[in-house]
């Protein structure tokens, strides 16, 4: 079945790195994102990945990808209290690239302390 | 680009009234979403719109919801009769290929 795990909290301190996991079960996934969402706010697209990929970097931002695993992070660098949100993976599946149709983790709060 | 657009932000209605979402997706776009967010499911697709045509309806929770799109501007998302447990922030979404962008989400309250 489908299914999409992520931890629910994380705290770290503002200037650390920040790593947030996400497990996946459907092997046929073809694309893999992270969304943030702000208090009040929709869901903003960060980043994605293509199955195929092991890393994508943008910025303060490392997607890692262990398909073996089936395990996604992501990594956020020099984590500001604007990071502060939560944060979504998501997938979409073989057959379903080219509609965008997207299975959603619960999310995961980031804390950041100043 | 404006985005993906959905009115009203806020809605307060009343058990039993009829409640009408809508979405403006982006231009070019030709698949639309709209989703649903609680704290006990997290982020259901209710129903997806490709080229304006319903292609998996399966998250529609019960015949009260209904949704169209009679163009490749606009869709609507009608909750009728409304009751308490439909209150959640609905959202509308569209995409070309892989990428899918998000409103901002129409929060509704049926007390």
């Known amino acids: 079945g489908e299914d999409v795990e992520q931890s629910l909290f994380l705290s770290v301190r503002e200037g650390d790195s920040s790593v947030i996991n996400c497990t996946y079960t459907?092997?046929?996934?073809?694309?893999l994102y992270w969304y943030k969402q702000e208090p009040g706010a929709g869901l903003q697209l960060l980043t994605y990945?293509?199955?195929?990929?092991d890393m994508k970097q943008d910025q303060r931002l490392t997607v890692l990808l262990n398909k073996k695993d089936k395990h996604l992070s992501l990594r956020i660098a020099d984590t500001q209290t604007g990071d502060s949100a939560i944060y979504f993976c998501a997938e979409t599946l073989r057959g379903s690239s080219n509609t965008g149709k997207l299975i959603f983790g619960q999310g995961t709060t980031l804390q950041v302390k100043p | 680009d404006a985005g993906v657009i959905q009115s009203p932000r806020h809605e307060v209605t009343e058990m039993g009234q009829e409640v009408t979402l809508r979405c403006k997706p982006i231009s070019g776009h030709n698949s639309l979403f709209w989703y649903r967010q609680t704290m006990m499911r997290g982020l259901e697709l209710l129903i997806y719109?490709?080229?304006?045509?319903?292609?998996?309806d399966s998250g529609m929770p019960e015949d009260r919801f209904s949704a169209k799109m009679p163009n490749a501007s606009f869709s609507t998302l009608k909750i009728q009769p409304s009751e308490p447990r439909d209150s959640a922030v609905y959202f509308c979404?569209?995409?070309?290929?892989?990428?899918?962008?998000f409103g901002e989400g129409s929060w509704l309250t049926v007390v």
């Open positions: 719109f490709n080229n304006n045509v319903p292609i998996d």
């Open positions: 459907d092997s046929s996934s073809t694309y």
């Open positions: 990945i293509f199955s195929n990929m």
């Open positions: 979404a569209s995409s070309r290929g892989n990428t899918i962008y």
